[in-house]
């Protein structure tokens, strides 16, 4: 058995920068099992499978060890495999996952994002996150989720605070919730961030797409604007570019190509 992949830079216009996914785009779901195999075979942040269901594209995404309910990059990634690749007609993909309905369309030469907005609230954790970045936070948000904690949302009071986090991912990983997303004002762009998830194999992230769905609105309540840049200022760094409308986030970007195969699965 062979399966085709696409390992495709999110976020950038051009290859080694950005943030890397797998993409599978599948006739049937296999096994949660082997899919986790996979994505930690590959070892990148995310490895997304598509399998088509009616109208929609269902996209899973995995880290090297769990599942995630939602993923921007990996998204992004499918939609350009998707559009490039296998001429998928039309200027949207509709996609269905556990997060709800989302929708990728294609604009110029962007690829924008249509996900829900995720609102963070007050938290009190404050001291275990300042001693797990070793620096003072201005505020600490966390993000609910079906069982306590999704995210956190540490906010710091410069773009130099940010750079300058060398976070303890031992400590990190022990906090509730997937990851921690740090974040402050930006120098020429209206906010960045870095995001740190040891718990689920991905000490730094290098761009997030889901994130924006809780940084988005933040800012957008915070700098009064609905139309924000974005960078996530990590060591292959991205560029983002977002609007909050209503209840929904648009997060548009970039992708390339960078290298397709086959995975040999034996007589699997």
Request: overall charge negative; aromatic content about 8%.
């Amino acid at each position: 058995m062979q399966l085709e992949f696409h390992q495709v830079d999110a976020f950038s216009s051009r290859p080694f920068s950005g943030n890397p996914a797998m993409v599978y785009r599948l006739d049937a779901w296999l096994s949660d099992s082997l899919m986790q195999q996979i994505a930690a075979e590959h070892n990148l942040a995310e490895t997304a499978f598509l399998v088509k269901e009616g109208a929609y594209w269902h996209i899973r995404w995995f880290t090297p060890k769990a599942e995630v309910p939602l993923c921007g990059h990996a998204t992004l990634a499918s939609a350009h495999a998707l559009f490039e690749l296998y001429q998928e007609p039309g200027t949207a993909i509709d996609f269905t996952c556990r997060s709800g309905a989302l929708r990728v369309t294609r604009e110029a030469e962007r690829l924008v994002l249509d996900f829900p907005v995720r609102r963070a609230g007050p938290c009190e954790l404050q001291d275990r996150v300042e001693q797990a970045l070793g620096m003072p936070l201005q505020a600490l948000l966390a993000l609910p989720g079906a069982q306590g904690i999704q995210e956190l949302l540490a906010v710091v009071p410069s773009q130099a605070a940010v750079l300058a986090c060398q976070p303890d991912f031992a400590a990190v990983a022990r906090l509730p919730g997937l990851g921690l997303i740090v974040t402050a004002p930006g120098e020429r762009h209206d906010f960045v961030s870095r995001y740190f998830a040891p718990s689920i194999g991905i000490d730094e992230d290098p761009v997030t797409g889901s994130t924006h769905c809780i940084l988005v609105p933040y800012w957008a309540e915070r700098l009064d604007k609905r139309q924000l840049s974005a960078f996530q200022c990590s060591a292959r760094g991205g560029e983002l570019h977002c609007r909050l409308e209503g209840e929904r986030v648009k997060i548009a970007g970039r992708a390339v190509l960078v290298a397709s195969g086959r995975l040999h699965l034996g007589e699997a």
